[in-house]
């Protein structure tokens, strides 16, 4: 009976199949997508670390964090994207107390990027933002790109 059930079956799908090719609706071009930033570190352990908060005290403490993660694991063993967007951005801006920090920090491999948008609604142009800084389109668009990547997220 099986048998008997699955030619029938077979036939259709064989109908189907060699059938005349549907016609393609004309349909406009999905917009493309936007290149993931480049994942080209050699580091064991990734993580990005989100400042969204203005106070001196995140910002202390998220410098604190990525500080003891290159403690931790080594300089050439971790590689740390500290994001900034929001009054978060203030951390990144050229004139912020932890300037000297920041500088360090990058020198220890660390990356700082500034959110676009944010950049565009405080009025802030590439020349307010610390050198060690690199702007990226959308700070979270940014850190979601580094999580389907593999990198640990955290946001202190």
Known sequence: MYKA???PFLAACALVA????PAIAATPAAPAAKAAPADDSLASQKIVLQISD?????QTLVLNVAS???K????DAVA????AYGPGLRLLLKDNENASRIKDLSMQGVSFKACQNTMKAMGKKSTDLNPAANEVPAGIVHIAE???QGWAYARP
């Open 5 to 7: 059930m699955l030619h």
């Open 18 to 21: 060699f059938a005349s090719p």
């Open 54 to 58: 203005g106070s001196a005290e995140k």
């Open 68 to 70: 003891n993660l290159i």
């Open 72 to 75: 931790y694991y080594g300089p």
């Open 80 to 83: 740390i994207d500290v994001v």
């Open 146 to 148: 580094r999580e389907k």
